[in-house]
């Protein structure tokens, strides 16, 4: 299996800056708007885009992380592990929700990750970024801030690592 880079760790950043000015354009600044990070992954990218947003407009955006596994349509575990994680909840309630992934592929972890934000409140708007958009949906998701993207063939893998947990910011494409 050979890797291909396709995005290096200065466009990579150069995506996330973009994205970021993007959301602030859409929202019309800062207010009110909550980024959930879908693990794992995007956890890391939502925390990177929404520091971007506290240096540009000067307030705390807040940062939730969710973890969809038990959502997805293909667990049967629905009811009492709903996944998400109680300390890491904060009020979404009529606030503009950013999700934020590594990958949009199928769109199943999409949908999942809207059925576990909607269990916990009804946000005045839920909007989508994502690294990478990689095509070949089966469900009708799209994303409103992409960073780049990337066609596939269905048996091709995007990898996206990140500083955090990865040592190094890079998106390669796995053939
Ligand atoms: O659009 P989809 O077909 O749902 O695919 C995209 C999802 O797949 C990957 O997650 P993965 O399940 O590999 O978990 P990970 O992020 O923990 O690696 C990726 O991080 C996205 O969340
Ligand atoms: O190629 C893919 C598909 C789903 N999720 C990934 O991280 N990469």
Not at 104 to 116: H, M, N, P, S, V
């Amino acid at each position: 299996m050979a890797n291909k880079v396709v995005l290096d760790s200065a466009s990579l950043q150069r995506a996330l800056t973009r994205i970021t000015y993007e959301i602030l354009e859409r929202n019309k600044g800062g207010q009110g708007l909550v980024l959930v990070g879908i693990k794992t992954r995007g956890e890391y990218l939502a925390h990177r885009i929404a520091n971007r947003l506290e240096q540009l407009e000067k307030e705390t955006i807040p940062v939730m992380a969710i973890d969809v596994t038990n959502y997805r349509d293909d667990v049967l575990a629905h009811g009492d592990h709903l996944g998400l994680d109680e300390k890491d909840s904060i009020n979404i309630v009529d606030k503009n929700i950013v999700l934020v992934d590594d990958v949009l592929f199928t769109g199943r972890t999409i949908r999942a990750a809207l059925d576990a934000l909607i269990h916990i409140g009804r946000p005045k708007s839920i909007s989508l970024a994502v690294l990478v958009d990689r095509g070949h949906r089966e469900l009708p998701i799209r994303a409103d801030f992409v960073g780049k993207n990337i066609p596939t063939a269905q048996n091709e893998k995007i990898q996206v690592s990140v500083e955090e947990i990865d040592g190094k910011d890079a998106v390669e494409i796995i053939h």
